[in-house]
T-cell receptor, first 114, second 114 residues
Framework: AQSVTQLGSHVSVSEGALVLLRCNYS??????LFWYVQYPNQGLQLLLKYTSAATLVKGINGFEAEFKKSETSFHLTKPSAHMSDAAEYFCAVSDRNTGNQFYFGTGTSLTVIP | DVKVTQSSRYLVKRTGEKVFLECVQDMDHENMFWYRQDPGLGLRLIYF???????EKGDIPEGYSVSREKKERFSLILESASTNQTSMYLC?????????????FGPGTRLLVL
């Protein structure tokens, strides 16, 4: 089965600083990869996804992620944090072959310090 | 805009009660999912459905059942609620091949079992 690891359950950055949220997957075949964001008291919404096109994927709100097969990683970045980026972020994978289930990481809570 | 609605935002039930959580999507999506979200554990799949009257067990189906009589509606049933089922429950839907398509989430139902 697929699995995904998010390093760091809590990340704090200053407003205007670089945001880096880490995600590593375990699979011999590169899966489909997703980043979702959850704002307080809301459901999840898609930030971006990698499905086998360009390895650098751009998403909403200035976020992007790079698929690195050699490192089995799909880290999420944003050059300059904004207060409104404070939220919970989830990395998720699904298997290219079976494609029926998503496997979510445990989440990273991002705090932005003014 | 895709809309996924859940019948309640907050629910308080007693141990042993039968609990129904309802989810409705308005985009004619084939796939629907029920997750539970717990701190430090991320999202875990309970059940999913890829067609009317079809269902598949996820990672933690014990103590739950589901019903999908109409394409737009997917119900999660706790036959006899227990305190360890206190959690946030999230419904999601997607179209087509489940693994590659974006999942759209409802706002969640926070269930407290006393």
């Amino acid at each position: 089965a697929q699995s995904v690891t998010q390093l760091g359950s809590h990340v704090s950055v200053s407003e205007g600083a670089l945001v880096l949220l880490r995600c590593n997957y375990s699979s011999s075949v590169p899966p489909y990869l997703f980043w979702y964001v959850q704002y307080p008291n809301q459901g999840l919404q898609l930030l971006l996804k990698y499905t086998s096109a360009a390895t650098l994927v751009k998403g909403i709100n200035g976020f992007e992620a790079e698929f690195k097969k050699s490192e089995t990683s799909f880290h999420l970045t944003k050059p300059s944090a904004h207060m409104s980026d404070a939220a919970e972020y989830f990395c998720a994978v699904s298997d290219r072959n079976t494609g029926n289930q998503f496997y979510f990481g445990t989440g990273t809570s991002l705090t932005v310090i003014p | 805009d895709v809309k996924v609605t859940q019948s309640s935002r907050y629910l308080v039930k007693r141990t042993g009660e039968k609990v129904f959580l309802e989810c409705v999507q308005d985009m004619d999506h084939e796939n629907m999912f029920w997750y539970r979200q717990d701190p430090g554990l991320g999202l875990r799949l309970i059940y999913f459905s890829y067609d009317v009257k079809m269902k598949e067990k996820g990672d933690i189906p014990e103590g739950y059942s589901v019903s999908r009589e109409k394409k737009e509606r997917f119900s999660l049933i706790l036959e006899s609620a227990s305190t360890n089922q206190t959690s946030m429950y999230l419904c999601a839907s997607s179209r087509g091949r489940a693994g590659v398509e974006t999942q759209y989430f409802g706002p969640g139902t926070r269930l407290l079992v006393l």
